[in-house]
């Protein structure tokens, strides 16, 4: 399993809808309200052969209330 972090923006007001909707789909590992250009930060485990950005379109991205996303891939823990 590879871990990838997703960032979110959310519409104004829906950051709470979003986490819960998101914690419902019990696929994150952590999940972190955050400042700045974004207001929720995701710990996603997915599989080596995963195709990553099918994986946020169909998980992710179709929850009502998100405006916009940022992934940041993983290579190697220190």
């Known amino acids: 399993m590879k871990p990838i972090?997703?960032?979110l923006q959310c519409a104004p007001g829906k950051t709470y809808e979003v986490a819960d909707a998101i914690y419902q789909t019990e696929l994150v590992s952590e999940l972190y309200s955050t400042s700045g250009d974004y207001d929720?930060?995701?710990?996603?485990y997915i599989k080596e052969e995963q195709d990553i950005g099918?994986?946020?379109?169909?998980?992710?991205?179709?929850?009502?209330?998100?405006?916009r996303s940022?992934?940041?891939l993983t290579f190697r823990a220190f």
Do not use: E, R, Y
């Open 5 to 7: 972090f997703v960032q």
């Open 40 to 44: 929720l930060l995701l710990k996603v």
């Open 54 to 67: 099918k994986f946020i379109n169909d998980n992710i991205a179709h929850i009502p209330g998100i405006v």
């Open 70 to 72: 940022l992934t940041t």
